[in-house]
């Protein structure tokens, strides 16, 4: 349940293997732009939720899925109201719907990231951008270094920073500041951990910048090299912003759902590149639903090794 889509992926997978898609639905929901002026998700924004939480495990039980996992993002843990819309969404669906911390989610997202690029990555630098929040990490394991989330989502810097179609030069001023300053904080939390081999972008947004940009569209397939160059997003960010939303959605690889958002998201991926002295990130396609699939999975592997390998252990 993600800021802007909520998603429900099946998968065909075992311990070991990995995880094939067998099935997909989303909704564009775009919780974050559902709440109101006191931080509450709106009566209809948590209608829908309900809605589709119970489409939702009536589509996987006619698929035969056997297990179901349910998570949220920052759009719930922010939320003013968020713990009674978690109780009437098990309430009226039977989801247990588990909402995940900041730096959880960035560190499964990395999870990700490092199972689909591998070792021979070495340190990975991975940037998130949801609709709710930015997620970094990086690292030379599987768990990062540094997990980091801030509230600097696409939705919500639309909702709160943009204040016409297309925004006034005094609000996207206004807005760059409020997104350098932001990642400015942490970028040494981040940098004292060594240059990265690797920046990886994952999320929508990246995907859709990187394609405007120049990158082969998602019909060649998941496995072809995508990258995002800084220099490319400086010459892109201009252009969006002399367009209106429904502009943007022509343009390729843009969706009508998320066009309205993409100069935000453009400004956090370009303020992000920058201060963290990233030249070119590389496409991910897996994402955080991979990384909680690829966490599950570890659990129940673990019963299978002896008892004197586990982790931590030195073999």
């Not at 942490?186 to 994952?202: C, E, M």
Request: aromatic share 4%; hydrophobic share 45%; with cysteine.
């Amino acid at each position: 349940m993600g800021s802007n889509t909520v998603h429900l992926l099946l998968v065909d997978a075992h311990p070991g293997a990995r995880p094939l898609p067998a099935h997909k639905h989303k909704v564009q929901l775009r919780l974050s732009e559902l709440i109101d002026a006191d931080g509450r998700i709106s009566r209809r924004g948590a209608d829908r939720l309900v809605e589709f939480c119970a489409e939702a495990v009536a589509l996987a039980e006619d698929k035969g899925a056997e297990r179901i996992l349910a998570f949220a993002t920052s759009a719930l843990r922010d939320a003013a109201n968020g713990e009674a819309v978690l109780a009437r969404v098990r309430e009226e669906s039977g989801v247990d719907l588990q909402v995940l911390a900041g730096d959880e989610e960035s560190r499964l997202t990395f999870l990700a990231v490092r199972r689909w690029f591998g070792w021979s990555a070495r340190r990975v630098l991975m940037l998130d951008i949801g609709g709710g929040s930015l997620e970094l990490a990086t690292g030379i394991d599987e768990d990062p270094d540094a997990a980091l989330s801030l509230p600097l989502g696409a939705g919500r810097l639309t909702r709160d920073w943009c204040d016409a179609d297309p925004p006034s030069a005094t609000a996207l001023r206004s807005l760059r500041k409020h997104v350098r300053a932001r990642i400015a904080e942490v970028a040494g939390l981040v940098l004292r951990h060594g240059r990265p081999d690797l920046a990886v972008g994952t999320s929508k947004t990246f995907r859709s910048l990187a394609r405007v940009a120049g990158a082969p569209p998602s019909s060649d397939g998941i496995y072809v090299p995508r990258r995002l160059h800084l220099s490319d997003l400086q010459g892109v960010v201009p252009m969006l912003a002399e367009m209106t939303a429904r502009q943007r959605a022509e343009l390729p690889g843009v969706s009508a759902g998320r066009s309205a958002q993409l100069l935000a998201g453009a400004l956090v991926a370009e303020g992000a590149m920058d201060l963290l002295e990233v030249d070119t990130v590389a496409i991910c396609p897996w994402a955080l639903r991979e990384g909680l699939i690829l966490r599950q999975l570890d659990v129940l592997a673990e019963p299978s090794l002896p008892a004197s390998i586990g982790a931590g252990s030195h073999v």
